[in-house]
């Protein structure tokens, strides 16, 4: 490691993050920027793999993906996506990939079971968001930790939607109780103003390239830990803070899922913090009838709405959301 060629933004920013971490994450960790969630996962799925090499066992590469999951559209991310559409029509991007139903615990029990000599880690969103927000059930995420470690498999998080607060606590890790060994982050960390991603490294993977002989761990990009990302990413840190607006999230919870559940013409209504899906009929027309009413929202998993609002909306501004959904749907 050599601190000389990091800006101190850089620095900064690295430490503020470590200073809100999940279970297992302190300021001792490591940080590894990129300019954007795909090339965090991207960066996360190589460093794991590199990992197990580092280790001698070369033979742990595969990685478990679930359905519906979406990693970005890097080589890594697109192959790792369990959205069938972004694969379709570009053939083996990353070898050696597995993919699991998303919430089915027995699915990669299974799996483990039958190849763990050979998987290197399992990925997976605290809560799928692009392919149609789906919460976990109750107790996978602590389920799905416990099975990694029963068969050495590296559990890596892609908190780019939920990082930083968008579930009321600072990472979904937190929110459901799990201490993964690689996580990465984007969006978030900036509120999206300024491009900036990365990955957090706990220390067993930092072991062998901190303390071991595996040697430089050679992957990096040009804009990776860029000085004005950085500065923003302290600007947007430090307000998020001062603001509260992670209690804020937290204290909204409860009122964005009744308010969005109210919604008699919904199929179905699933959320976590502040990010929901509201299954539909007709869900494009849906939407272009909710941008004539001044709401922006897009559709998600085929049939849903996927609704994110900044974290600084207050209970009357989801009133007013909540009754143009129900107008647009009704329209």
């Given amino acids: 490691m050599t601190w000389a060629l990091a800006t101190i933004a850089a620095l900064l920013v690295a430490f503020?993050?470590?200073?809100?971490?999940?279970?297992?994450?302190?300021?001792?960790?490591a940080v590894f920027f990129t300019t954007a969630g795909s090339d965090a996962v991207e960066s996360a799925v190589k460093?794991?793999?590199?990992?197990?090499?580092?280790?001698?066992?070369?033979?742990?590469?595969?990685?478990?993906?679930?359905?519906?999951?979406?990693?970005?559209?890097?080589?890594?991310g697109t192959s790792l996506s369990g959205i069938a559409l972004n694969r379709e029509g570009f053939g083996e991007l990353a070898p050696d990939v597995e993919h699991v139903?998303?919430?089915?615990?027995?699915?990669?029990?299974?799996?483990?079971?039958?190849?763990?000599?050979?998987?290197?880690?399992?990925?997976g969103e605290p809560v799928i968001g692009a392919g149609g927000v789906f919460p976990p059930p109750e107790g996978y995420w602590p389920a799905v930790e416990r099975l990694c470690r029963a068969h050495d498999v590296l559990l890596v998080l892609d908190e780019v939607i939920t990082g930083?607060?968008?579930?009321?606590?600072w990472f979904g890790a937190q929110y459901y109780g799990v201490e993964p060994d690689l996580f990465t982050f984007a969006k978030g960390i900036t509120s999206g103003y300024v491009p900036l991603g990365g990955v957090v490294v706990g220390q067993r993977v930092q072991e062998p390239f901190w303390h071991g002989d595996a040697g430089m761990f050679r992957h990096g990009y040009t804009y990776s830990g860029h000085a004005t990302a950085c500065a923003v990413a302290l600007a947007n840190l430090e307000i998020l803070e001062r603001e509260g607006l992670v209690q804020h999230v937290k204290e909204?919870?409860?009122?964005?899922?009744?308010?969005?559940?109210?919604?008699?013409?919904?199929?179905?209504?699933?959320?976590?913090?502040?990010?929901?899906?509201?299954?539909?009929?007709?869900?494009?027309r849906v939407i272009v009838r909710?941008?004539?009413?001044?709401?922006?929202?897009?559709?998600?998993?085929?049939?849903?709405?996927?609704?994110?609002?900044?974290?600084?909306?207050?209970?009357g501004e989801i009133d007013l959301l909540v009754e143009r959904i129900a107008a647009a749907i009704a329209a």
């Fill in 290 to 315: 909710l941008r004539e009413l001044g709401v922006l929202t897009r559709a998600v998993g085929g049939n849903s709405l996927q609704i994110c609002p900044p974290f600084v909306i207050t209970e």
């Fill in 47 to 76: 460093l794991a793999r590199r990992y197990w090499t580092a280790v001698g066992r070369p033979e742990k590469q595969v990685v478990v993906a679930r359905e519906k999951a979406y990693h970005g559209v890097s080589g890594y």
């Fill in 164 to 169: 930083f607060g968008r579930l009321g606590e």
């Fill in 16 to 29: 503020a993050a470590l200073s809100r971490p999940p279970p297992g994450y302190n300021i001792t960790s």
């Fill in 252 to 284: 909204l919870e409860p009122v964005f899922a009744k308010k969005l559940r109210s919604l008699e013409r919904a199929v179905e209504v699933r959320s976590a913090g502040l990010v929901a899906g509201v299954q539909v009929e007709e869900v494009e």
């Fill in 101 to 123: 139903p998303y919430g089915d615990v027995d699915a990669l029990a299974r799996l483990l079971g039958e190849r763990a000599d050979g998987v290197a880690a399992f990925i």
